[in-house]
């Protein structure tokens, strides 16, 4: 199976595919999380990439296409995948369809989660994420049981340099500008399934399970 989570940043296109990724036991492949990971790491990639990153806008296209190329030709993706968070624009759709139809492959969902911009701010403002396994959490909500650690793997959680309101600002119109015409993209290769976000996790992942049902 081969899905794409589109949405725009808080929509829980993460989440959602960590619990896809266990269930169908296909790799969740996250750009952002690949990205963060070279930031830590401090690689020259995660230097050039963490310049866009932390102003809310793309990582350049040449860059993020390669490292997904790279990603997708690993063995653990010859069953399946789950993308999340590519593609981010239409150029990047592109490519995607012509890497997969060069290996006659194809994308058979896009699982796209609608939530309004004010749920991202709110839901975003309050995120904290895991710093090794990029489990995610909510300041509010869902604080992990002991204070800044990780419920599933002991590391630590922290506030994610780019949820931070102006930043978010930022990522929500790049969102609007670069992907959300995706969703049309998509509709017209009737891929599209629109889940309503605006609800519990659970729930969510109750909604994206039913739609996967018509594969
Ligand atoms: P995310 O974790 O998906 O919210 O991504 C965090 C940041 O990483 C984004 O705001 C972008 O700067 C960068 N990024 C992630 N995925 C992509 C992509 N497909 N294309 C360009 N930049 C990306």
């Not at 989570?5 to 036991?25: D, F, R, V």
């Not at 963060?36 to 990153?53: E, S, V």
């Not at 058979?108 to 489990?135: L, P, Q, Y």
């Amino acid at each position: 199976m081969r899905l794409i989570m589109l949405g725009a940043p808080g929509a829980g296109k993460g989440t959602q595919a960590k619990i896809l990724s266990e269930e169908y036991s296909i790799p969740h492949i996250s750009t952002g999380d690949i990205f963060r990971y070279n930031i830590q790491k401090k690689t020259a990639l995660g230097t050039t990439a963490a310049k866009y990153i932390d102003d809310g806008i793309l990582v350049p296209d040449d860059i993020t296409l390669k490292l997904i190329v790279d990603r997708l030709e690993q063995e653990d993706c010859k069953n399946g995948f789950i993308l999340d968070g590519f593609p981010r624009t239409i150029h990047q759709a592109n490519m995607l369809d012509r890497h997969m139809s060069e290996g006659n492959m194809n994308i058979d969902m896009v699982i796209f989660i609608s939530i309004t911009h004010e749920t991202a701010e709110k839901r975003i403002t309050s995120r904290m994420v895991c710093k090794n396994c990029g489990a995610s959490y909510n300041a509010i909500h869902r604080k992990p049981k002991i204070e800044n650690v990780c419920d599933i793997c002991g590391s630590e959680v922290i506030k994610r340099k780019d949820d931070n309101l102006d930043i978010i600002l930022e990522r929500l119109k790049t969102y609007e500008k670069e992907t959300a015409p995706l969703i049309s993209y998509y509709e017209k290769q009737g891929k599209i399934e629109k889940i309503y976000g605006q609800t519990t996790i659970e729930e969510t992942t109750k909604r994206v399970l039913e739609a996967l049902k018509k594969l």
